[in-house]
């Protein structure tokens, strides 16, 4: 019953996505739209991680720009055409994912945290030195749209975009909700709750935390190559530290450890800069601010808060 | 043989700052087991204060130190008393979360209250002693005889004091401490008060070595954290060895291949010792 309703609630608010371009006449708010709905896909890969295995990961952004750099640069070098970057970037992401996840996932907590954190400061000063292949800090143009001259959408157009970006959220929603409620998303649970007596009952833990690394960095190597085609335009700045730190807000002020909580959050740290415009140079001090109360006085995110408030009528009525 | 000895002097004084802000981080995280990540900015507000005293008020370098380090002691203390004690008894990831909220606030204040442009503290150390073909400047002399002064004054501190038996019993077993009659509510704060300070300390240094702007502070830290995980968690030995061996590697790393990868390879440095000593040099295993 309680199941049935939830699944009631995600196709409704499918619904809602799908007429969103049509309630909104004004195109910048689409282009965030856009925007989030790449974050949507970012944030559910960092729950993951996050969320369910209780390790911080702060390097889902610089994930986002291998992703995004490995998109553009296989385009631009060896022709392939650009569904096929797109579904190959999250291949070149998991590489490194494994590469660096492999020895950082003997370190447990705050430790993996830190270097996952070393992690996108390395790929970031890569990006910006590595002139011959990134262009450093001027960063890459003109990298094509998806869809050729001849093609059946017109994809310049914001709102095929929108509809193109929104299949894929759902799609990689449906997929971590799979993940989640599958033995290996269980395991994922045990393991933030309580990792040592899952090694006791004879499961290799390093192998489900490494598992979900990897697939946490392939959701950000698919948004970031979403992004790189969208945009047409990448350069080193968005793939920081601080992006990183957007896709761990989202998850925590969104609800971590929940499937629709990635979502709110993603589209709250995308709109919520746009409303503190205001603020200027404070934004960045309202912004910690938030991030500290919100952990403090609603660990649980909005997804949280709702689902107790549901609760609470249920129990009533 | 001259160059590489000039880059390990070099790399001795970076490695000096590094072992302060380790210290810092690991006696946190030895007592309430918090990755204290604002500690780089803190420390940057530090020394952002000492220069703010220095050039705009005309205060005396050392009296200025002096009032940057009360005043990042008060700083160390809200932080414990106001963000971290709220989520002591949470999951450890919550803690972790308001560091990284706090360190996106200091940061920011940093800037409302400094500006984005770099600043370098200035000092009257303007010699350079000639040793053999190395070249010492005065200034890196001092840097590294004051860092070693503080790190012995710190192990001193730790090892000898009541408090510094008291700070090492509750990191060792909190609630044998508690029965002990250790006061674990004051313990946090002096923690807290000590390593801020270490921390001011090691931002005034970085200022007036090199220069303070925003992002150094958040670079800092990871270094911090980077010389805990080579060193190994919660040993003062290892955070000085740690913190010596990152810094003579970024120096060498700068002067023979590249200044502009030298993090690169201070992180490949890290993550090789977490493949084979994942305990880190000094810890146990």
Not at chain 1, 244 to 266: C, H, K, M, R, W
Not at chain 1, 296 to 315: V, Y
Not at chain 2, 23 to 46: D, K, P
Request: glycine fraction near 12%; charged fraction near 10%.
């Amino acid at each position: 019953m309680a199941r049935n309703r939830t699944f009631i609630l995600y196709w409704l608010a499918l619904v809602g996505f799908v007429l969103l371009p049509q309630l909104i006449s004004v195109k910048y708010y689409i282009h965030l739209c856009v925007l989030a709905l790449i974050w949507v896909i970012a944030a559910q890969g960092q729950n993951l991680i996050q969320g369910y295995t209780g390790y911080v990961s702060i390097v889902q952004a610089g994930f986002m720009g291998i992703g995004a750099y490995s998109t553009a640069l296989m385009g631009m070098h060896f022709d392939l055409p650009v569904w096929l970057t797109i579904i190959l970037a999250p291949f070149v992401t998991a590489f490194f994912a494994l590469l660096t996840g492999y020895p950082s996932l003997r370190v447990k907590g705050h430790y993996f945290a830190i270097v996952t954190l070393a992690f996108n400061m390395v790929i970031f000063i890569v990006l910006m030195n590595f002139h011959d292949l990134t262009q450093g800090e001027a960063g890459i143009t003109g990298i094509p749209k998806p869809g050729g001259k001849d093609a059946l959408f017109n994809w310049r157009d914001r709102e095929t975009y929108y509809y193109f970006v929104l299949i894929i959220a759902a799609l990689m929603t449906g997929l971590a909700a799979l993940i989640v409620r599958s033995r290996i998303g269980q395991i994922l649970v045990a393991i933030r709750q309580n990792e040592d007596l899952v090694g006791a009952v004879g499961i290799a833990a390093w192998k489900y935390k490494l598992f979900a690394f990897v697939t946490s960095a392939m959701f950000a190597g698919l948004a970031g190559a979403i992004y790189a085609h969208y945009q047409s335009f990448i350069n080193p700045e968005i793939f920081g530290i601080a992006q990183s730190l957007d896709a761990i807000l989202a998850v925590i002020i969104g609800g971590s450890g929940t499937i629709a909580g990635p979502i709110i959050g993603a589209f709250f740290v995308v709109f919520l800069p746009e409303y503190l415009r205001f603020a200027d140079s404070f934004r960045l001090i309202l912004y910690g601010l938030v991030l500290v109360l919100a952990t403090i006085f609603m660990p649980r995110g909005i997804a949280g808060i709702a689902r107790d408030l549901m609760e609470k009528r249920r129990g009533r009525t | 043989m001259v160059e590489v000895l000039q880059q390990i002097i070099n790399g001795i004084a970076i490695g000096g700052v590094y072992v302060l802000i380790a210290l810092g981080l690991t006696t946190v995280f030895g007592i309430l087991g918090i990755a204290h990540f604002a500690h780089g900015s803190v420390s940057m507000f530090g020394g952002y204060l000492t220069f703010f005293f220095v050039t705009s008020w005309g205060i005396p370098l050392l009296l200025a130190i002096l009032i940057a380090l009360l005043v990042g002691l008060v700083l160390g203390v809200l932080i414990e008393l106001l963000a971290y004690r709220p989520v002591r008894d949470a999951n450890h990831i919550n803690a972790f979360i308001v560091a990284l909220g706090l360190t996106m606030m200091v940061e920011g204040i940093n800037l409302e209250l400094f500006g984005h442009e770099q600043v370098v503290i200035p000092t009257d150390f303007s010699r350079v002693f000639n040793i053999g073909g190395v070249t010492i400047p005065e200034l890196r002399l001092y840097v590294i005889l004051a860092a070693a002064l503080l790190i012995a004054a710190m192990t001193v501190f730790v090892e000898r004091t009541k408090t510094g038996q008291a700070i090492r019993a509750v990191a060792e077993n909190r609630d044998a401490a508690i029965l002990m009659g250790v006061n674990v509510k004051t313990i946090p704060l002096v923690v807290f008060a000590i390593s801020t300070a270490l921390g001011v300390c090691a931002g005034v240094m970085v200022g007036s070595l090199f220069a303070i702007a925003p992002g150094i502070g958040e670079g800092l830290v990871v270094k911090g954290f980077a010389v805990l995980i080579l060193g190994g968690l919660g040993s003062i030995p290892g955070a000085v060895v740690g913190g010596l061996v990152l810094g003579i590697t970024e120096a060498l790393a700068a002067g023979f291949i590249s200044s502009a990868y030298k993090d690169v390879i201070a992180f490949v440095v890290m993550i090789s010792v977490l493949l084979f000593r994942p305990q880190g040099l000094m810890g146990k295993a």
